[in-house]
């Protein structure tokens, strides 16, 4: 059984019924972590020695926020900027991620279908989060695809509550499959 990591990182929690279903959905089970970075450093100073021994202990690394203008809240960048140092995840002597896995769990306004080359958005949410792969790579991780819940601001609550199962799924599937094969996910 693998030990699950989730960072979690939304500026307004209290205002999502989509991240509040989905950490609901998740916080009871063994082995998984969940750290509210908005909660544990409301000022932005952050604790690099403690963030970087609990990544240490964990296998499986999930970012877990909203989509916020193409990317991540301001506190994960700054975490992602000093959690994982020179010398520590990546460079020389940079090897205590390695192997590990990380996904981004993400929540958008937006569905779907927006994020295409013929959507408004004009790219995918995979080029999109092209930076936390390249993240990934850089520190010798493995980089699974997202899991995305689009449409958040009209998602109706019986969808909201398959959405939720299917990430408890997905992170039961991370922490106890012997094997991680990249069509673990459905769609969602």
């Not at 450093?41 to 926020?65: K, R």
């Not at 590990?100 to 994020?115: D, P, R």
Request: proline content about 5%; hydrophobic content about 40%.
């Amino acid at each position: 059984m693998r030990k699950v990591l989730i960072i979690f990182a939304h500026p307004k929690f209290e205002h999502s019924d989509v991240n509040f279903q989905l950490i609901n959905a998740v916080k009871d089970l063994e082995n998984v972590t969940i750290r509210d970075l908005y909660e544990l450093y409301p000022d932005f100073n952050i604790n690099i020695q403690e963030e970087q021994e609990i990544l240490f202990e964990h296998e499986v690394v999930i970012f877990q926020h909203p989509f916020y203008w193409y990317s991540c809240p301001p506190l994960l960048k700054q975490w992602i900027d000093l959690v994982l140092e020179f010398g520590w995840a990546y460079g020389p002597g940079g090897v205590y991620l390695k192997n590990k896995y990380l996904l981004n769990a993400i929540t958008s306004g937006g569905s779907q279908e927006v994020y295409s080359h013929e959507g408004r958005n004009r790219f995918t949410l995979e080029e999109f989060l092209r930076p936390f792969e390249q993240t990934a790579y850089l520190c010798w991780m493995r980089y699974l695809p997202p899991f995305h819940i689009g449409g958040t601001h009209q998602i109706q609550v019986d969808e909201l509550q398959r959405k939720a199962r299917a990430y408890r799924e997905l992170v039961l599937q991370l922490r106890d499959e012997k094997e991680i094969s990249i069509p673990y996910l459905q769609k969602t």
